[in-house]
């Protein structure tokens, strides 16, 4: 049974850092395309930034500027990489694994004026 455990979120200030991290059980994650969504209060799922298993990154053009996908696949984990947040950085985030279609439970993260 694949599991996705989302990691990293918290309580952080405007204009800090954040770098969460997605470790992928029961699957390899190589081989496969580990993607990063954001649900933000009372609004939709959004993509945010796929990488390939040949690590290719694509990202959301909104945010490209301020975020990074990586991934490890020696520890089975992808993360993203967030500077200079903002409370419209303020949601749920969740770790995707593109080809089975499988989510993680979210990590949340808030962002304090």
């Known amino acids: 049974q694949v599991q996705l455990v989302e990691s990293g979120g918290g309580l952080v200030q405007v204009g800090s850092s954040l770098k969460l991290s997605c470790a992928v059980s029961?699957?390899?994650?190589?081989?496969?395309?580990l993607a990063w969504y954001r649900q933000a209060p009372e609004k939709t799922r959004e993509w945010l930034a796929t990488?390939?298993?040949?690590?290719?990154?694509r990202y959301v053009q909104s945010v490209k500027s301020r975020i990074t996908i990586s991934r490890d696949d020696a520890k089975n984990t992808v993360y993203l990489q967030i500077n200079n947040l903002s409370p419209d950085d303020t949601g749920t985030y969740y770790c995707?694994?593109?080809?089975?279609?499988?989510w993680g439970q979210g990590t949340q993260v808030t962002v304090s004026s």
């Open positions: 990488i390939s298993a040949a690590r290719l990154p």
């Open positions: 995707r694994r593109v080809q089975t279609g499988n």
């Open positions: 029961g699957s390899a994650a190589s081989g496969v395309s």
